[in-house]
């Protein structure tokens, strides 16, 4: 079945560590994002990328990395530079082509700074 | 600045009742798309509802309309005939037209129906 992977779904991170998110997708879509959810709220752009080795930031990458080596794959790197990072993370990927290509998402991964 | 505007944080409906939820959105593009979404407290995103911005009919799927009103830049949620599994927070995305792809969300609106 075609769809969307995170893993890992719950994560734990000391203070001062990074953590790499995983989210591959196996729909050929060219676009990729990556959201962060707090408790309540909407969701927020951190990364996004149309077509492999490119990206851009959204709204609210400081603190995070990400990479697109491949179609399917873009990791979100959370950084020791993130100073508050508990939260729930959203990967998405869509078609490159521009009407009514809604957003496919993974199950999300909750991240947690103990 | 703000893209989308959802002013209504949480909203109570009677089961069998429609609800509409609010949409507002900015932007200086000429075309562009719309999207509705649904988020259970499990935490999936599921996609309910598209209009495009040259689209001349309101879009429509099974329960869920939208009331789209370019001129005033709002694309309302309409759900009719409310059940109690469409207790979810729902999300108003906007991807505009400028080849990039950034697909925006606003804040949300929760939604509790009442047996």
């Known amino acids: 079945d075609g769809g969307i992977t995170q893993s890992p779904k719950y994560l734990f991170r000391k203070e001062g560590q990074n953590v790499t998110l995983s989210c591959e997708q196996n729909?050929?879509?060219?676009?990729m994002y990556w959201y962060r959810q707090d408790p309540g709220q909407g969701l927020r752009l951190i990364y996004y990328s149309q077509i492999v080795n490119d990206f851009q930031k959204g709204d609210i990458a400081e603190g995070y990395s990400v990479s697109r080596e491949k179609k399917e794959s873009f990791p979100l790197t959370v950084t020791s530079a993130q100073k508050n990072p508990t939260a729930f993370y959203l990967c998405?990927?869509?078609?490159?082509?521009?009407?009514?290509?809604?957003?496919?998402f993974g199950q999300g991964t909750r991240l947690t700074v103990v | 600045a703000q893209k989308i505007t959802q002013t209504q944080p949480g909203m109570f409906v009677q089961e069998k009742e429609a609800v509409t939820l609010d949409c507002t959105y900015d932007?200086?593009?000429?075309?562009?798309?719309l999207f509705w979404y649904k988020q259970p407290s499990s935490g999936e995103m599921i996609f309910l509802i598209y209009q495009g911005s040259y689209d001349e009919q309101n879009a429509t799927e099974g329960r869920y309309s939208l009331n789209f009103q370019k001129a005033r830049k709002s694309a309302n949620l309409v759900i009719s005939a409310s059940q109690l599994g469409d207790s979810a927070m729902y999300f108003c995305a906007m991807r505009e037209g400028r080849g990039d792809y950034k697909l925006s969300f606003g804040a949300g609106t929760t939604v509790t129906v009442r047996a």
């Open positions: 998405a990927s869509s078609r490159q082509d521009f009407k009514n290509t809604e957003a496919f």
């Open positions: 729909l050929n879509h060219d676009a």
């Open positions: 932007t200086s593009d000429q075309s562009y798309g």
